[in-house]
């Protein structure tokens, strides 16, 4: 078994977060780290690097946003990776996501979060000593999980498609949802883990309703509306904002800080 990383960034020289990254991955034992500078897109980036890769079934592709930390040390960083991609009904493997994926096609939205349904923990902020946590939820299996951090084995690409997919109209968006819900829809089973990663962004998700990540948002309702609710589906009565028609999405989301 060997350990690869694809990390996705705009910046042709590099951050000294990156450079740190890099420095820990291989301080991790991982094969090769993947830098992919100006990509087209995410999904582009993540394919033609693990096409450069070719992984066998048992290799295991961490993909990652440029600017995080991760926490733990090498040690404890490989013991949860590893462990929680023994079995071979695990898809991605990441730090946040949800038991349910709501008809607004928003993760973190408040009545998922609130019924119990989130999973994960995320620190955020430039530096640890001006940093603030989100406590999403337990730890443990998921529907979808945010792309910061996505961690899978070898076998699993050859199951879901990293294509980037003709319904999603904007490049760097929604790209995360589309891959872990392709895995929760082939029956395997995404999870979080204590992986303990802080994120430069803020991550308070200050999106503008017309934005590129709105749009994806709707084209990924629209596409996928016949079977939202997905995952572990609670008792909540769904109202008829709750299930609003894609020009109406933007209205039903609750936002809070996200990964």
């Known amino acids: 078994m060997k350990k690869y990383a694809v990390i996705c960034t705009r910046e042709e020289k590099y951050s000294s977060e990156l450079t740190n990254l890099i420095d820990f991955y ?25 096409k450069k890769i070719n992984p066998f079934n048992n290799d295991i592709i961490v993909f990652c ?20 991609l023994l ?48 406590y999403y939820g337990p730890f443990g ?3 979808v999980l945010d792309g910061l951090f996505l961690a899978c084995k070898g076998r699993l690409l050859k199951k879901v498609s990293l294509e980037h997919p003709d319904y999603l109209p904007y490049k760097w968006d929604f790209y995360d949802l589309h891959l872990t819900f392709q895995a929760h829809r082939l ?36 596409k996928w509306r016949s079977i939202l609710p997905a995952g572990d589906v609670p008792t909540i009565d769904f ?18 800080r996200r990964s």
């Not at 607004?104 to 902020?125: E, P, R």
């Open 141 to 143: 299996p998921a529907c």
């Open 65 to 84: 946003h440029d600017d995080i930390e991760i926490l733990l040390n090498p040690k404890q960083f490989n013991f949860v990776l590893e462990q929680k």
């Open 239 to 256: 109202t008829e904002n709750q299930r609003a028609k894609p020009k109406e999405a933007t209205k039903d989301v609750s936002f809070i």
């Open 26 to 50: 291989k301080e991790c034992g991982f094969e090769s780290i993947e830098v992919n500078v100006k990509a087209e897109s995410m999904l582009e980036a993540y394919k033609n690097s693990v």
């Open 187 to 222: 029956g395997f089973q995404n999870t979080t883990a204590p992986f303990f990663i802080k994120h430069s962004s803020s991550g308070l998700g200050a999106i503008e309703a017309g934005g590129e990540w709105n749009k994806n948002r709707e084209a990924f309702i629209k």
């Open 87 to 134: 079995s071979k009904k695990v898809g991605f493997v990441g730090v946040a996501g949800s038991k349910i994926l709501l008809p607004n096609a928003c993760w973190w939205d408040y009545s998922s979060l609130s019924s119990g349904k989130g999973t994960g923990f995320v620190t955020h902020g430039d530096s640890l000593p001006k940093s603030t946590s989100t």
